[in-house]
């Protein structure tokens, strides 16, 4: 029994590994030279042990969100976001709710409204007891020009300044760096949930070369991979 368990571990422990790597080489190679990695450290080192992160993938089902102009829509690309944010908490250790995992709103099926759709969201959060929620948009703006992911805290939290001032830096990094800084608002997901929320708005889909970029797998996996550090990040401290 003991030996069987040796080696799972084992075998996990260098499946784990190797997945490591193979995600940090894609990601060297898409970013070149890039910022420097850091002494290397295993995210999968099981930091996450014994947290619950909720990840909430925005809209769905009857509301798109934002709408690119090559009809890239908000939901799908968001719900892509947070499967791959999922499965990398996953990988950490963490237990991951998702507030939805497929194209569906939370509002109930006859008359689904947006106030119920975030009620819901809100009671996931609760009923899961989590840790932490982020909660995955894309942004849109009359100004085409404008770029960039952003991360967006409750105005008086300061563990949701702190969270977001982690993942922020790992947005400039990973993904087309805007410079643009952590931000404070009022939400009602952020005001309710009663935990550290962070919404990250991974780009925006006005702008024609960033929706371009955010309709690409390995871009939506580097967004994923930014935003867990990030969390990373905050959690040690
Ligand atoms: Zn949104």
Same mark, same amino acid.
């Given at each position: 029994?003991?030996?069987?368990?040796?080696?799972?571990?084992?075998?996990?422990?260098?499946?784990?590994?190797?997945?490591?790597?193979?995600?940090?080489?894609?990601?060297?190679?898409?970013?070149?030279?890039?910022?420097?990695?850091?002494?290397?450290?295993?995210?999968?080192?099981?930091?996450?042990?014994?947290?619950?992160?909720?990840?909430?993938?925005?809209?769905?089902?009857?509301?798109?969100?934002?709408?690119?102009?090559?009809?890239?829509?908000?939901?799908?690309?968001?719900?892509?976001?947070?499967?791959?944010?999922?499965?990398?908490?996953?990988?950490?250790?963490?237990?991951?709710?998702?507030?939805?995992?497929?194209?569906?709103?939370?509002?109930?099926?006859?008359?689904?409204?947006?106030?119920?759709?975030?009620?819901?969201?809100?009671?996931?959060?609760?009923?899961? &007891?989590?840790?932490?929620? @982020?909660?995955?948009? /894309? *942004?849109? %703006?009359?100004?085409? !020009?404008?770029?960039? +992911?952003? $991360?967006?805290?409750?105005?008086?939290?300061?563990?949701?300044? &702190?969270?977001?001032?982690? @993942?922020?830096?790992? /947005? *400039?990094? %990973?993904?087309?760096? !805007?410079?643009?800084? +952590?931000? $404070?608002?009022?939400?009602?997901?952020?005001?309710?949930?009663?935990?550290?929320?962070?919404?990250?708005?991974?780009?925006?889909?006005?702008?024609?070369?960033?929706?371009?970029?955010?309709?690409?797998?390995?871009?939506?996996?580097?967004?994923?991979?930014?935003?867990?550090?990030?969390?990373?990040?905050?959690?040690?401290?």
């Amino acid at each position: 029994m003991r030996q069987s368990r040796f080696i799972w571990a084992v075998t996990t422990a260098a499946l784990l590994f190797s997945l490591v790597l193979n995600v940090d080489f894609a990601i060297a190679r898409e970013t070149g030279p890039g910022p420097s990695p850091g002494p290397f450290r295993p995210a999968t080192a099981w930091e996450l042990t014994g947290r619950t992160i909720v990840v909430d993938p925005g809209h769905g089902g009857t509301d798109p969100g934002a709408v690119g102009s090559r009809g890239t829509l908000e939901k799908d690309v968001a719900l892509a976001i947070s499967k791959k944010l999922a499965y990398f908490f996953q990988q950490g250790g963490a237990k991951v709710v998702l507030t939805r995992d497929r194209d569906r709103d939370l509002g109930s099926p006859e008359n689904p409204t947006k106030v119920e759709d975030l009620q819901k969201r809100v009671q996931i959060v609760h009923e899961a &007891k989590a840790d932490l929620l @982020i909660s995955v948009h /894309l *942004n849109h %703006f009359s100004d085409r !020009s404008e770029y960039g +992911a952003q $991360a967006f805290y409750q105005r008086g939290s300061a563990e949701g300044k &702190k969270l977001a001032e982690r @993942i922020q830096p790992q /947005l *400039n990094a %990973f993904l087309i760096d !805007s410079g643009r800084r +952590a931000l $404070a608002g009022d939400f009602y997901l952020c005001r309710n949930a009663k935990i550290p929320v962070v919404i990250v708005e991974v780009g925006f889909l006005s702008h024609p070369e960033e929706e371009r970029k955010l309709r690409e797998d390995v871009y939506q996996t580097k967004a994923a991979w930014a935003i867990y550090r990030g969390v990373i990040d905050y959690l040690r401290g």
